[in-house]
């Protein structure tokens, strides 16, 4: 799929990922709404990116941003689901039991959410006529985790939620296949990031010490970059890509 021209929307777009995503894609000429719940007012800003404020976990806050972004740029061909929070914590810690609203809302946020805006963007995006011969309407990139393809100690809860996202990207992407909107997901390492820096030192080092090569912690660009890749790249579809410079946690 083409980038320049076409409209796309990424979510978690105040920082990190979303942020290094929305700006690559606005450089590459697309048209780029950013949603982030961290968004005080709608607005254009200094890079050309729309930025909405946005929910994800909430059908009615995602529609209304859908609607902005689709009033504003046109229909969206692309959507990045980035938005997530880091909350490391053992089921039985040192205070007691996990309470069950904590694993609840790293569920809700990571894959309730990234599921919320893929089936309210996606019922958009099929009605959209096709801009090739391979009948493409659409792509969806996810965004899973190392943690969720093989877990790390203090972090149950997020390492499920990334896992449901891993799993529902193959069953997406058959269901979808009739629309021509191909779904792919990202499982990132450890990667400079506002969620990454929140974890304890201690954390960082054990898993920067399973990294083989480069030995250090990926930049947020780098991410963006394979998610232009898989925008542009037909034959993405139905995989889980890691990006982890041969991290084994």
């Excluded at 909430?58 to 046109?74: D, I, K, P, T, Y």
């Excluded at 039985?92 to 609203?101: A, E, N």
């Excluded at 190392?146 to 896992?163: P, R, T, W």
Aim: proline share 4%; with cysteine.
């Amino acid at each position: 799929m083409q980038i320049a021209g076409t409209t796309a929307i990424v979510t978690g777009a105040a920082s990190g990922l979303g942020r290094a995503t929305a700006e690559l894609l606005a450089s590459a000429g697309a048209k780029v709404a950013g949603f982030d719940i961290a968004v005080a007012d709608a607005g254009m800003d200094d890079d050309g990116i729309l930025r909405h404020p946005c929910d994800v976990t909430s059908e009615s806050s995602v529609q209304a941003a859908l609607a902005a972004s689709e009033s504003a740029l046109g229909p969206a061909r692309i959507l990045v689901n980035c938005a997530g929070i880091m909350e490391s914590r053992r089921m039985l810690g040192r205070d007691g039991v996990m309470p069950l609203d904590h694993f609840r809302r790293l569920i809700d946020v990571h894959l309730i959410g990234t599921f919320n805006m893929i089936r309210l963007f996606a019922d958009k995006a099929r009605h959209l006529d096709p801009l090739s011969e391979d009948g493409d309407r659409g792509v969806i990139v996810n965004t899973s985790s190392i943690f969720g393809l093989e877990g790390q100690i203090d972090a149950v809860s997020y390492s499920a939620a990334k896992a449901g996202i891993a799993g529902m990207t193959l069953p997406l992407a058959r269901e979808l296949a009739r629309e021509g909107i191909r779904v792919v997901a990202i499982a990132p390492g450890i990667f400079e990031t506002p969620m990454v820096t929140s974890l304890r030192e201690t954390a960082r080092e054990q898993i920067l010490d399973a990294v083989a090569f480069p030995k250090r912690m990926g930049k947020p660009r780098e991410y963006a970059q394979l998610v232009r890749h898989i925008c542009e790249n037909n034959m993405l579809n139905g995989a889980v890509i890691r990006i982890d410079a041969g991290i084994r946690t």
